[in-house]
């Protein structure tokens, strides 16, 4: 017979690390490498950038349109996105 243990701990915890891998939260101490890129040494800018290009969020409160479909909603995050060269900022083209 086998037994096996699963580790689930509190969700503060695993906000806390889910942030942190993100690029959200910066760490107090130590280093948060992500794919081996050293995230935590990022500066804001390119932080940003990396998180556009290499992390995606589904927050609970999303800040939706909530006129648009869901499809319509992330087609206007990624024409923002196109027209600025930044993530989710900038003036949509008339």
């Not at 349109?65 to 319509?72: E, N, Y």
């Amino acid at each position: 017979m086998t037994s096996s243990r699963s580790w689930d701990p509190p969700a503060r915890e695993k906000t806390t690390l889910l942030n942190l891998i993100g690029g959200l939260d910066s760490p107090t101490q130590g280093i948060i490498a992500v794919a081996g890129r050293r995230i935590d040494q990022l500066n804001e800018e390119s932080l940003a950038k990396w998180r556009a290009s290499n992390v995606g969020f589904v927050f609970q409160f999303y800040n939706l349109l909530p006129t648009l479909s869901a499809q319509k909603n992330v087609e206007l995050a990624t024409a923002a996105d196109q027209t600025t060269g930044e993530a989710g900022v900038g003036t949509m083209p008339a």
